[in-house]
Nanobody, 122 residues
């Protein structure tokens, strides 16, 4: 099971930290991806961490503003989002991939959370 939390409403320039907690399996060899879907737009890969090889990737649109991290003890992955802008408004999803390699293609991730809404508005 994959569960996201931490979404909410913030003003432009604000910050939020999303959490992705898994249960039923350990993340040791997985890849964890954060995706988002904005109204009227296709799903977009935001960031990914490969626990297997240590790879971390970010979409160009969030580089320098978002940071992905992991808490080994909590079996959780986080997405720290700073300098949020209205274009970051979307439902954010966490997903896991057993193969352990990052990909921008959401369809290769097997387990998905229910999503958490992030709204950036003044």
């Amino acid at each position: 099971q994959v569960v996201e939390s931490g979404g909410g409403s913030v003003q432009p320039g604000g910050s939020l930290r999303l959490s992705c907690t898994t249960s039923g399996f350990k993340l040791d060899l997985y890849a964890i991806g954060w995706f988002r879907r904005a109204p009227g737009k296709e799903r977009e890969g935001v960031s990914c961490m490969s626990i297997k090889d240590g790879t971390i990737v970010y979409a160009d649109s969030v580089k320098g503003r978002f940071t992905i991290s992991r808490d080994f003890s909590m079996n959780s992955v986080y997405l720290q989002m700073d300098s949020l802008q209205p274009e970051d408004t979307a439902v954010y999803y966490c997903a896991t991939r057993a193969l352990g390699l990052c990909s921008p293609r959401g369809e290769v991730f097997e387990n998905w959370g229910q999503g958490t809404q992030v709204t950036v508005s003044s």
